[in-house]
Structure formats: structure tokens, C-alpha cells
């Protein structure tokens, strides 16, 4: 998840070293509010034309949410740290034939959306103030920090049949270390970081790093959970979703996919088609990707 150029990386790593509260205070902005440029693809264009689109504020910033089909069978999707919605347009496509209707946002700064500050409480919020309208979801569906605040939405208020985790992030301190990685910062700047993040990021909220895990109390996750892995997912290791499975059991199926790596997994046919038969089974599919 790199969020720097080379050379300031490179700055950043040094002066983590010899100033570690002024190598914080320069990396924090990009943290909280991520500069996501990532343009829609040529083939997104006609399903993302096709969208009811408006815009909702949440916590004073505007979001774009994007709504297709009847509005009967509703499914949420949650995008990625660095994405846009305009990458599920398959699965979106998919989901329409099929009679559901999904429903996706760009948190602030991604996609559409005009910058601001994100986190996951934005995706949380969204979430929230999204459900009233949409009612209970046939599925929530997320990818990457999309799948790790689709677990915290289903504990808190919003009420789904089905949980899809699309490359999961295990938690909130992967993406605070996966970003100290990407900037450069070691040593006590990745101390003091966090610590500057508990205080301004999320001031008030207990327990952070605790609560916004994807295995946070399993037994509050009472739906059947699917997830999705690649072996060559090299933004977050495989063994993440194969511990995340674990945790919950009989509650979770888990499909290992090769040669997908961390983007191309959410327009994958075969995912997409797994995807599909998890979503609309009476009972969770048992069918995995072998292992070895």
C-alpha cells in the first residue's frame, strides 16, 4: 500500500531516525485522507452510467452512492483502501442479472467523491445511513479495508443474510503498518504514529486496535461468511484469510484462488460465480479452492 514516491520515502525513513515526531507529522495527512487517483476503466463505463447516483453527506463530507436494479434484494458493496466503486462494475453486472440490487459508495477521497478525511468510520457511518433506505441486505460484500469495515457493520447496526470478504484485511493495525511500510517510517515513528492516530484520527473511540479487527468478538458474526483469498496476493498474505476462516469455523467457507493477486480477485469470473452461489444459497457452500 504505497503512499509515497521513492525519494520520499527515502526522506521519511531518515528523518524517522533522527526526528521521528517531525516524520509523523508530515506523513499523517496522507493517512487520513488518501489520495486515491485510480481512474475508471473504459470497460466500467457503461455499468457505472447505468447507476442512480447521488450524494450523501456523511460526518459533513460528501460521498457519491451509486444504486442499480429494482431496489428489491439489495447488496452493499464496500471497495478497497486506494480503489472506487467502479471496480466491482462485473460483479455489479452480475448481481442485476441475477435480481439483486447492489448498492456502492466512493469513501471520501476514492473515486467520485471529493477529498476528505477516510477512515474507516466513514465506511462505517456510510454504512449506516445507508441501511434505513436499503433495508436488510442480502449481502454485504467487501474488499480489502472494504472487507474488514463490512465485519465491523454487520457487529454494530446493519443487519445482512450473508458476509463476502473479498482479500480481507485482518485489521486496522495491518493497514497502520502496511502504511508506516509504504511512508518509511520505522522505529519510534511507527510508536508515535499510532499514538497520533488514537488521538486525532479516532479521539474518544476505545480500543482501536481491538475492536476494528476482522475477528473482533466472532461471536457477535452469526451469518455464514465466505472468504476469498489469493495465494500471490501480495499487498496481504493469503494466511490472514486462512486464520480469519479458522476463527469462525463452521460459520466460514474459505476459497484460496492463484494468479489473482490483491485487484484482480473482484472481477475474476470464477470468484464472481462463487460469489454469486454463496449469495443466493439457502445454506453456506462448502465448496473450496484445494489446497497444496
Do not use: K, N
Not at 511500510?181 to 479516532?202: K, S, Y
Amino acid at each position: 500500500m504505497a503512499v509515497t514516491t521513492d525519494l520520499t520515502r527515502g526522506a521519511l525513513r531518515l528523518t524517522s531516525r533522527v526526528a521521528p515526531s517531525l516524520a509523523v507529522r508530515a506523513a499523517l495527512p496522507a493517512f487520513r485522507r488518501p489520495r486515491a487517483t485510480a481512474r475508471r476503466h473504459p470497460e466500467e463505463e457503461p455499468v457505472m452510467r447505468a447507476a442512480r447516483a447521488r450524494t450523501l453527506t456523511v460526518d459533513g463530507q460528501d460521498v457519491a452512492v451509486y444504486r442499480w436494479g429494482t431496489g428489491e434484494r439489495p447488496v452493499l458493496l464496500l471497495h478497497g483502501w486506494m480503489f472506487r466503486a467502479s471496480r466491482f462494475a462485473p460483479l455489479v453486472r452480475a448481481l442485476t442479472d441475477r435480481g439483486y440490487s447492489p448498492v456502492a459508495f466512493d469513501a471520501p477521497s476514492h473515486g467520485e467523491s471529493p477529498a476528505g478525511e477516510a477512515t474507516i468510520l466513514q465506511y462505517g457511518a456510510t454504512a449506516r445511513l445507508l441501511a434505513p433506505a436499503d433495508g436488510h441486505y442480502e449481502a454485504v460484500i467487501g474488499h480489502s479495508v472494504g472487507a474488514l469495515a463490512g465485519f465491523w457493520a454487520v457487529r454494530e447496526e446493519v443487519t445482512a443474510t450473508r458476509l463476502i470478504a473479498l482479500a480481507p484485511m485482518p485489521g486496522f493495525d495491518f493497514l497502520a503498518d502496511s502504511f508506516c511500510a509504504g511512508a518509511g517510517l520505522t522505529g519510534r515513528a511507527r510508536t508515535l504514529l499510532r499514538t497520533r492516530i488514537e488521538e486525532e484520527v479516532f479521539p474518544g473511540v476505545p480500543a482501536i486496535w481491538e475492536r476494528f479487527s476482522a475477528t473482533y468478538r466472532p461471536d457477535r458474526l452469526t451469518l455464514p461468511l465466505l472468504v476469498v483469498h489469493d495465494e500471490d496476493d501480495d499487498m496481504i498474505p493469503v494466511a490472514h484469510a486462512r486464520r480469519i476462516a479458522e476463527i469462525y469455523g463452521d460459520r466460514a467457507d474459505l476459497l484460496v484462488t492463484r494468479g489473482l493477486g490483491h485487484r484482480r480477485i473482484i472481477r475474476d469470473p470464477h470468484v464472481i460465480d462463487s460469489v454469486l452461489d454463496f449469495v443466493s444459497a439457502t445454506d453456506p457452500v462448502h465448496e473450496a479452492h484445494p489446497e497444496g
